[in-house]
């Protein structure tokens, strides 16, 4: 019983990653908290569905549809849809309508369903027609520039254009890529002085929090489906 992830990095400046999934034998999943938003397809007993999904801030637990295959597109902080902003969708999403095995429908326009060869090219159109935008100041944040313009001005933008602030980006991207170290076989002492967590127990709050695994579960490779691509160890 397992989820069975393939994860590659983008050089597409408007996404993160893309992914593919099938699900083998699972019907729940430990869900973990993620940062960015996402375009997801999926198909299930021979029908076809789309969702656009949101950044998490928590873990927990989700269904997964048994024997789907999935492919996913996660795309860049401080980008969104034009119609529906990552702060509406924070610890949710939203399932369109009208999706065939070619096709599916998004911002009053139909648009062709991509393999995960081919996300990139769904992107630049997406970008040319509109429909996904970003925040340049944003941009320049997460390069490590710093904007003319006051912190509050600043965490406003960074929140409104990724549902999150940026104490919380940090705290969940650290969190996901301590998961990633310990799942390699770093030991927990290591990864809290590599990541620099105050102690082991601090450490373990935040596996907790956000990924809802121990450090023990996820050294052992034990706890169920989880939505996390452990396999990359960092090579992705």
């Known amino acids: 019983m397992e989820l069975r992830f393939e994860t590659r990095a983008s050089d597409s ?34 029908v076809a569905h789309t969702s656009v999904t949101g950044p998490e801030t928590r873990a927990g637990t989700a269904p997964v549809p048994e024997g789907a295959t999935f492919t996913g597109i996660d795309f860049a902080l401080g980008t969104s849809l034009r119609v529906l902003p990552p702060p509406d969708i924070v610890d949710g999403g939203v399932v369109l309508p009208d999706t065939t095995h070619r096709t599916f429908r998004l911002d009053g326009s139909r648009w062709e369903t991509p393999g995960a060869d081919d996300a990139e090219a769904l992107v630049e159109r997406l970008v040319r027609a509109g429909i996904v935008v970003r925040d340049p100041m944003v941009t320049d944040v997460l390069r490590g520039h710093h904007p003319a313009a006051s912190g509050r001005t600043v965490e406003r933008r960074f929140r409104a254009a990724t549902g999150l602030t940026q104490g919380a980006v940090r705290q969940i991207e650290r969190a996901r890529t301590a998961a990633e170290l310990l799942a390699a076989g770093t030991t927990a002492a290591d990864v809290v002085v590599k990541l620099d967590y105050f102690d082991e127990p601090h450490l373990a709050r935040a596996l907790r929090a956000y990924v809802g695994r121990t450090a023990g579960q996820l050294r052992d490779g ?11 160890r960092l090579t992705s």
């Open 13 to 46: 400046p408007w996404v993160d990653s893309v992914w593919t999934c099938t699900s083998e034998q699972v019907t729940r999943m430990t869900s973990v908290a993620a940062v960015r938003w996402g375009l997801v397809f999926w198909e299930q007993d021979g």
């Open 222 to 232: 034990v706890g169920g489906a989880i939505a996390l691509d452990l396999d990359q």
